[in-house]
């Protein structure tokens, strides 16, 4: 899994995945911290930014932004939902 994040230029995940798997952040040194450097180094060689796209699928906007995917220096985030999930969100 961290091989796939590493060449990958997003990651999508549903708010039910957040929900269930929470404090997860999808990226690939948290998949194998030790690894990390290498992750880095191969993001680099595909000229890819140090760190993929997390995508969050939501129609409700029910969805904690206290999670660290929100919050992890780097991280580039886009949450795509409804309008009436935009509201809750806002």
């Not at 997003?10 to 990390?36: N, Q, W, Y």
């Not at 997390?54 to 919050?71: A, M, Q, R, W």
């Not at 220096?73 to 939902?81: C, E, F, H, P, S």
Request: avoid cysteine; glycine fraction near 12%.
């Amino acid at each position: 899994m961290g091989l796939l994040r590493s060449v990958s230029d997003a990651v999508l995940v549903g708010s039910g995945t957040l929900h269930g798997d929470p404090g997860h952040v999808r990226i690939p040194a948290f998949i194998d911290p030790e690894a990390k450097e290498l992750y880095a180094e191969l993001r680099q060689k595909l000229g890819k930014p140090p760190l993929p796209l997390n995508v969050v699928l939501t129609v409700s906007g029910k969805i904690d932004l206290g999670e660290p995917t929100f919050h992890t220096d780097g991280l580039r985030t886009a949450i795509v939902t409804t309008n009436e999930g935009a509201s809750r969100i806002a």
